[in-house]
């Protein structure tokens, strides 16, 4: 099976990296076909690339919306399926999340039709959760059929259980990520302000956009938070290692509830005893107390208390530290991903065989 892995995806973007590293070790073959120049010139390059490629699937990477009508092209002149890796939806983001225009306004009336017709164009449509898939659905008025689903995951070969690097006697608590209304970060600082009195916890926060920068400067009295900029994902990593406890999401947007962030696989993956959001997403993959703390969105009292929970219960702490763990390594590791696409793809290929001209029967599934 010969994958043509198609688009101005990032390669070193996580979602990426573990969907070619996940093919490739279901003996699949991943042909890159990338490019990141300029829009009318990158589509002509996609498309003269991939058409002197020979591949069974034309697979349009994330973030690949605008990349959908070269795929197009190429797979009307190769007569080839494509799969698109929609990942998320650019209007419920930009629109919903990050209030850059409303439903009816230009950019609005623009990225819902973007997410629309990409998504028709495409054979089979990707996503991350089965509630995106409900989403979806209906906001776009298109039939589930046409969509699977993909957990991010992530590489264990860079995230694995490892020994803390930086003695403290802090209780650490690491928060990290972009900082969009879905993770509620408001939430983890006012939950910090609650625990000040527990002067052997410490906060990790790590991030640096708009959103992170007025919500630290309005916080710089606390004495138990430390404010990090951006740093390299080995030193995340590191930060990971050195931690307690881990910080998910807790925002009360409609994407909160849809979403399991990256940071959350990257916990289980480290071991690490992950609190997040109470959401549809999470209790589809998470269990209270077993896997996961899985607390009250949008409320800093419930943060708070999540927190002096697993720090004042070390057993129950571990116990949910390696049970995500064997969750994550029976589930979600880039084999486990890849082999979940592995599938998908086989259904279309099986799907996408001409019929027998000698019988006129349909091929068996």
């Not at 650490?172 to 910090?192: D, E, I, R, W």
Request: proline fraction near 4%.
């Amino acid at each position: 099976m010969r994958i043509c892995y198609f688009g101005s995806y990032d390669k070193d973007y996580p979602r990426n990296k573990i969907l070619i590293r996940g093919l490739k070790e279901n003996n699949t073959k991943v042909i890159e076909c990338n490019c990141q120049d300029k829009y009318i010139t990158r589509t002509l390059k996609l498309v003269s690339k991939s058409l002197k490629q020979d591949y069974d699937i034309l697979f349009v990477a994330y973030p690949g919306h605008l990349d959908m009508l070269a795929a197009k092209i190429v797979s009307i002149i190769k007569r080839k399926p494509i799969i698109f890796d929609a990942f998320i939806s650019t209007y419920d983001t930009m629109i919903n999340e990050w209030k850059y225009g409303t439903r009816h306004s230009l950019k609005g009336t623009y990225h819902h039709w973007l997410d629309k017709v990409s998504s028709q164009i495409a054979d089979v449509v990707l996503l991350d959760t089965e509630q995106h898939i409900d989403y979806f659905s209906k906001e776009f008025k298109l039939k589930k059929n046409k969509f699977r689903w993909i957990p991010v995951g992530a590489d264990e070969t860079e995230l694995y259980p490892r020994k803390k690097t930086k003695k403290t006697k802090k209780f650490q608590v690491l928060y990290y990520g972009h900082m969009q209304p879905l993770h509620g970060f408001p939430y983890v600082v006012n939950a910090a302000r609650l625990l000040q009195k527990e002067k052997d916890i410490e906060f990790i926060f790590i991030g640096g956009n708009r959103w992170f920068r007025n919500v630290r400067d309005k916080n710089k009295d606390l004495k138990n938070t430390i404010y990090k900029d951006p740093v390299p994902y080995k030193e995340i990593i590191t930060h990971i290692a050195n931690a307690d406890i881990c910080l998910g999401i807790f925002g009360t947007t409609n994407k909160t509830q849809n979403a399991i962030p990256n940071k959350v696989y990257e916990a289980l993956a480290m071991q690490k005893a992950i609190i997040t959001g109470n959401t549809k997403a999470t209790k589809s993959a998470l269990t209270n107390k077993e896997n996961a703390i899985l607390c009250e969105t949008g409320s800093s009292k419930a943060i708070a208390e999540s927190i002096l929970m697993l720090k004042n219960k070390p057993k129950l702490r571990e116990k949910i530290s390696k049970n995500g763990y064997k969750l994550f390594k029976n589930n979600f590791t880039a084999k486990k991903v890849g082999y979940k696409l592995k599938k998908i793809i086989e259904t279309i290929e099986i799907n996408n065989k001409p019929t027998n001209v000698t019988d006129n029967k349909s091929p068996a599934l």
